[in-house]
């Protein structure tokens, strides 16, 4: 991510000209809607090239910085330049690549959207009231056949795990089928209903916890999935449904793309069918996850691997371990707040190697999910093992590398020896700035200052191996601004405050600074994803992909708007798929 430095925006005209557009009069006009004017018009429908001018273009192409124009035509940008020609009008507004999430879960996202909110809730009795809320909108929810969802519950704010039982004592909740994930989905949360579907004698499952006390309802990891295969999915109509509500959501934040880390084939397969309708807005680089989690499925990946503009499959999604928060990571050393336990890997050393081996061999990128410091250095070591396969013989790892481009999803707790291996490999990390922010209430806990201070949330010292930045969302929310204000400010988006309420950002020596952070959600999952040259910036032969703002970032006062910093428009392969609804066309008189 240490390329060519964002320039200041510029306009690309001569200094005369330049003051004219500096003492423009910007003319607000009725809203007309994006299909009534004729320049919509074609652009909806195709009709040729379509040339836009606006008051500064930043493309992130190094040969040419700035621009004000660019032309578009069957959704690619063939010519991009600086305003030269008085017929052209200038729209009010700046304009950057589209943005990309480097790590999301499209279809749980738009469930979650479909379901209770428990983020935020500060006891049980405001998880219990948003669930009667939820129940009073939908009074049919909560049979065998149609179970509530929710997300976003955390024990650490209630002093202990949930229980069951937690549900039962209210009367408009009791007898009704909840799976209530946690805040960040390596635990489920479910009602005494859904108890009574399992066995008397609920084993222990390797990988995985079933928590028992202050009693049962708590069901970690790969002890999930004893509760998931029970769940009744939803048909193929209602996913359709939290597709599309999911990508209006996310182009309403600027993003264009974003990595899907972890789609099953019934579910790459609804989205390949999906790509080709009006529904489809934002570009998918999926990860294939096996129908059961951490093997070798090659046939089915031979069934769902395509490359198209719009949708890809080519990577897969493994998993070391588990989360941070419920102690799931797994550590070389005890936690410091719980030493009785490491965490725990949820498939041995061995094992992974040689799925990493195998799916390299395959062709397939190889991304595997590591928090713990114990998690990524045996990742580290699976996609090694995996370079060695695939490039026998070849002495710099690096090289092959830079080739098939495996990645750790998270990468958040590395030891400084596998750090540098990191380096020295060039292995890719996919990390996510708000996870930072917002483990910094518990994480120094979890893991004790010296070891938080060497090892944890690592960005600034990763700059050189081409970090993905992303937000996991829904365990976060996607707004990509939001994440470039916790990598540079290394405060919470939420609250505006480093840990425990300080004003100063959390070990704000890892901090990126603000054209790193930007090109974190361009670059870096163009590259990450193989379309380098493609995706993340505007010049000629690239998607047609941007985001229009009502003010350049690098010029904010104070860095806490971008908490909440508004986009105007975004637009994917030369089509309008979000206008905030207040605007007005506008255009700049010259």
């Given at each position: 991510m240490t390329g060519t430095p964002i320039l200041k925006w510029g306009l690309g005209l001569s200094a005369a000209v330049a003051g004219v557009v500096a003492l423009a009069v910007v003319r607000f006009q009725q809203p007309l809607g994006p299909l009534l004017r004729p320049d919509f018009l074609a652009e909806e429908h195709g009709q040729g090239p379509q040339t836009y001018c606006y008051q500064g273009v930043r493309t992130h192409d190094a040969d040419r910085p700035v621009a004000q124009c660019f032309t578009v035509e069957d959704g690619k940008f063939t010519r991009v330049f600086p305003w030269d020609d008085a017929s052209l009008t200038v729209r009010s507004g700046l304009v950057i690549p589209g943005l990309w999430d480097g790590h999301g879960h499209l279809l749980q996202y738009g469930e979650f959207l479909h379901s209770v909110d428990l983020f935020g809730a500060s006891s049980f009795d405001e998880v219990r009231s948003r669930l009667r809320d939820y129940i009073r909108t939908h009074p049919d929810a909560g049979t065998r056949q149609e179970w509530i969802r929710g997300v976003g519950w955390d024990q650490n704010i209630y002093g202990r795990m949930p229980t069951a039982a937690d549900i039962e004592e209210d009367e408009v909740l009791r007898g009704k089928f909840f799976m209530l994930d946690r805040i960040d989905v390596h635990c489920n949360w479910v009602s005494q209903a859904v108890l009574d579907l399992l066995p008397g004698e609920v084993p222990d499952v390797p990988g995985g916890e079933v928590v028992r006390k202050p009693g049962m309802g708590v069901f970690c990891d790969n002890a999930m999935d004893m509760i998931v295969n029970m769940f009744p999915k939803p048909d193929n109509e209602r996913k359709r449904s939290f597709v599309a509500t999911a990508m209006s959501k996310l182009n309403e934040v600027g993003l264009v793309g974003m990595h899907d880390a972890g789609a099953s084939p019934e579910t790459l397969r609804l989205y390949a069918d999906m790509a080709h309708t009006d529904d489809w807005t934002v570009r998918v680089y999926s990860m294939l996850e096996c129908p059961q989690r951490n093997t070798f499925c090659p046939t089915d990946a031979a069934n769902v691997t395509q490359e198209s503009d719009m949708f890809t499959v080519k990577s897969v999604k493994l998993f070391a371990d588990g989360a941070l928060g419920s102690w799931g990571s797994a550590m070389l050393e005890p936690y410091s707040d719980r030493p009785d336990t490491s965490g725990s890997l949820l498939v041995n050393a061995s094992t992974l190697t040689e799925l990493a081996k195998s799916w390299a061999s395959f062709g397939y990128q190889v991304n595997i999910h590591a928090i713990g410091d114990l998690a990524n250095r045996l990742a580290v070591d699976a996609l090694e093992e995996a370079l060695r396969t695939v490039c026998p013989g070849q002495e710099d790892l690096s090289e092959c590398q830079a080739r098939r481009r495996f990645r750790i999803e998270h990468s958040q707790i590395i030891h400084e020896d596998d750090q540098k291996r990191i380096h020295a490999i060039g292995i890719i990390p996919s990390i996510q700035p708000t996870h930072a922010t917002?483990?910094?209430?518990?994480?120094?806990?979890?893991?004790?200052?010296?070891?938080?201070?060497?090892?944890?949330?690592?960005?600034?010292?990763?700059?050189?191996?081409?970090?993905?930045?992303?937000?996991?969302?829904?365990?976060?929310?996607?707004?990509?601004?939001?994440?470039?204000?916790?990598?540079?400010?290394?405060?919470?988006?939420?609250?505006?405050?480093?840990?425990?309420?300080?004003?100063?950002?959390?070990?704000?020596?890892?901090?990126?600074?603000?054209?790193?952070?930007?090109?974190?959600?361009?670059?870096?999952?163009?590259?990450?994803?193989?379309?380098?040259?493609?995706?993340?910036?505007?010049?000629?032969?690239?998607?047609?992909?941007?985001?229009?703002?009502?003010?350049?970032?690098?010029?904010?006062?104070?860095?806490?708007?971008?908490?909440?910093?508004?986009?105007?428009?975004?637009?994917?392969?030369?089509?309008?798929?979000?206008?905030?609804?207040?605007?007005?066309?506008?255009?700049?008189?010259?």
């Open positions: 917002s483990d910094m209430a518990y994480a120094e806990l979890r893991l004790g200052p010296e070891r938080t201070r060497r090892e944890a949330y690592r960005m600034r010292s990763l700059l050189e191996v081409n970090p993905i930045l992303g937000s996991d969302f829904p365990v976060e929310p996607p707004n990509p601004f939001q994440g470039i204000y916790a990598a540079v400010t290394r405060k919470s988006p939420h609250t505006g405050y480093g840990a425990g309420g300080s004003t100063d950002g959390w070990h704000t020596d890892e901090a990126l600074d603000l054209d790193d952070a930007l090109l974190g959600f361009t670059r870096g999952p163009a590259f990450g994803a193989f379309m380098e040259g493609k995706a993340g910036l505007i010049k000629e032969g690239a998607f047609a992909d941007w985001v229009v703002l009502d003010e350049p970032l690098e010029d904010l006062v104070d860095l806490e708007h971008l908490r909440d910093f508004p986009v105007r428009e975004t637009w994917v392969a030369g089509r309008r798929v979000y206008e905030r609804p207040s605007d007005s066309d506008s255009e700049v008189d010259l």
